[in-house]
């Protein structure tokens, strides 16, 4: 889940190759640990824009990578 305030900032974008790649590892160690052979994933990615808690946007982006 990425925020952003301002309009032009688009929090998806935030989401960089580098942080796939953390994210990536992260779930492979997990997996490892708990002894998860090949279980189905994906990673999603939300995307919340808005000035305050009434006033905001939320973009799902299912798969994203």
Do not use: M
Not at 13 to 40: C, F, H, M, N, T
């Amino acid at each position: 889940v990425k925020t952003r305030q301002s309009p032009r900032a688009v929090p998806a974008e935030a989401v960089s190759p580098q942080k796939q790649r953390k994210i990536r590892l992260g779930a492979a160690w997990y997996l490892k640990e708990r002894r998860l052979a090949d279980p189905p994933c994906r990673f999603d990615v939300i995307a919340v824009t808005g000035r305050n808690e009434s006033d905001f946007t939320l973009e799902h982006f299912p798969g994203a990578f």
